[in-house]
């Protein structure tokens, strides 16, 4: 499933570093939704998505999850995918 998504400059940049060192940039998005709690996540205050525009290929279910999650918290997928990114890279995966 293809996902385009408007990541901040500083998601793309710290994602990228990530990808040079362990592997695919798809994969590491998809990993990132797929193990956030998009309930609890805390939403960016500036909405995200200001920066580059990238396509990812995600499992449907990470796709389904995140699509569901953003229309119960009244918000926008790239929002909510930004927010679960940024919690997701600030935790054991940061660089």
Same mark, same amino acid.
């Given at each position: 499933?293809?996902?385009?998504?408007?990541?901040?400059?500083?998601?793309?940049?710290?994602?990228?570093?990530?990808?040079?060192?362990?592997?695919?940039? %798809?994969? @590491?998005?998809?990993?990132?939704?797929?193990? %956030?709690?998009?309930?609890?996540?805390?939403?960016?205050?500036?909405?995200?998505?200001?920066?580059?525009?990238?396509?990812?290929?995600?499992?449907?279910?990470?796709?389904?999850?995140?699509? %569901?999650?953003?229309?119960?918290?009244? @918000?926008?997928?790239?929002?909510?995918?930004?927010?679960?990114?940024?919690?997701?890279?600030?935790?054991?995966?940061?660089?």
């Amino acid at each position: 499933m293809k996902l385009f998504l408007r990541l901040t400059t500083e998601l793309n940049d710290r994602l990228r570093t990530i990808m040079r060192y362990h592997g695919e940039f %798809s994969r @590491c998005i998809d990993e990132a939704l797929t193990s %956030s709690d998009f309930g609890n996540v805390e939403l960016l205050l500036d909405g995200g998505g200001k920066g580059r525009g990238i396509t990812a290929v995600i499992s449907h279910s990470a796709n389904a999850r995140l699509r %569901s999650a953003a229309k119960q918290r009244g @918000c926008t997928v790239t929002v909510l995918a930004n927010s679960a990114l940024r919690q997701w890279l600030g935790g054991k995966n940061a660089q």
